[in-house]
C-alpha cells in the first residue's frame, strides 16, 4: 500500500515562473492539505481540499492555488515566484479530515528552489 | 494564526537521559498533535491530545495536554539515539511551531 507520494523531488526555477507540484494521498484518504516549510522552521499550513474545494486556506496570497481531482489526487500551483517561495513544499492526506483526533500522513515533499 | 512556541530549540543529550520539550501558547486549542520528522522525510504524526489534562503515553515518550488546553510537553525517558529528529507540535489543520531538534548522542 503505498503511503502519500509527491512529484517531483526537487524542482529549480526562477524568479516570476511558474510551478505546479503534485500529490497522490495514501489510498483510502480523501483530502488532502499542503503546507510549506521553509529552513529551520516548521510547515506553515497554505490550504485543504475535500471534494474537490478548498475548504480551508491559512496565511498565503493568491499566487498560491490549488486542485483536487476526482481520483483525490491534488496540484498545487505557485505563480510570480519569489525568492522567499524556496522550501519544502509537504502534502499530507487524510480521510474527511473531520474530527478532533484526525491522522494525516505526510509525503517526503517537494525541495522547490528558486534563483 | 495561532502563534505556538517550542523550546528549547535545540537539544543535546547522552543516551539513557531523560528529557521535556514544550509546546506553548496563549491561544486555546480544540486539539494538539505532535509529530517527529527526519531529514529529507516528512512528518509522522506521534499522538493527538484533545483533553485538558490529558496524559498519553507511548513506549517511553509521554504527552501532556495542559488544563487550560494552551500548553502541551512531550517527556521522553532514557532517550536513545533512535529518537534523534526535528519534534513538532500542531493545532488541527494550522501551521506548526519551529520545532525542536533533539540530537541524542550514543
Known amino acids: 500500500d503505498a503511503g502519500v507520494t509527491q512529484s517531483p523531488t526537487h524542482l529549480i526555477k526562477t524568479r516570476g515562473q511558474q510551478v505546479t507540484l503534485r500529490c497522490s494521498p495514501k489510498?483510502?484518504?480523501?483530502?488532502v492539505s499542503w503546507y510549506q516549510q521553509a529552513l529551520g522552521q516548521g510547515p506553515q499550513f497554505i490550504f485543504q481540499?475535500?471534494?474537490?474545494?478548498?475548504?480551508q486556506r491559512g496565511n498565503f496570497p493568491d499566487r498560491f492555488s490549488g486542485h483536487q481531482f476526482p481520483n483525490y489526487s491534488s496540484e498545487l500551483n505557485v505563480n510570480a515566484l519569489l525568492l522567499g517561495d524556496s522550501a519544502l513544499y509537504l502534502c499530507?492526506?487524510?480521510?474527511?479530515?473531520?474530527?478532533?483526533?484526525?491522522?494525516?500522513?505526510f509525503g517526503p515533499g517537494t525541495r522547490l528552489t528558486v534563483t | 494564526t495561532q502563534l505556538l512556541e517550542q523550546s528549547p530549540q535545540f537539544l543535546s543529550i547522552q543516551e539513557g537521559e531523560n528529557l521535556t520539550v514544550y509546546c506553548n501558547s496563549s491561544?486555546?486549542?480544540?486539539?494538539l498533535q505532535w509529530y517527529r520528522q527526519e531529514p529529507g522525510e516528512g512528518p509522522v504524526l506521534l499522538v493527538t491530545?484533545?483533553?485538558?489534562?490529558e496524559v498519553k503515553k507511548l513506549k517511553r515518550l509521554t504527552f501532556q495536554f495542559g488544563d487550560a488546553r494552551k500548553d502541551s510537553s512531550l517527556h521522553i525517558t532514557a532517550a536513545q539515539p533512535g529518537d534523534t529528529g526535528l519534534y513538532l507540535c500542531?493545532?488541527?489543520?494550522?501551521?506548526f511551531g519551529d520545532g525542536t531538534t533533539l540530537t541524542v548522542k550514543p
Open positions: 500542531a493545532p488541527l489543520k494550522s501551521t
Open positions: 481540499y475535500y471534494e474537490e474545494e478548498e475548504r
Open positions: 491561544s486555546v486549542f480544540s486539539s
Open positions: 499530507a492526506s487524510s480521510f474527511r479530515g473531520v474530527g478532533l483526533s484526525y491522522e494525516q500522513y
Open positions: 491530545v484533545v483533553t485538558g489534562g
Open positions: 489510498s483510502g484518504h480523501d483530502t
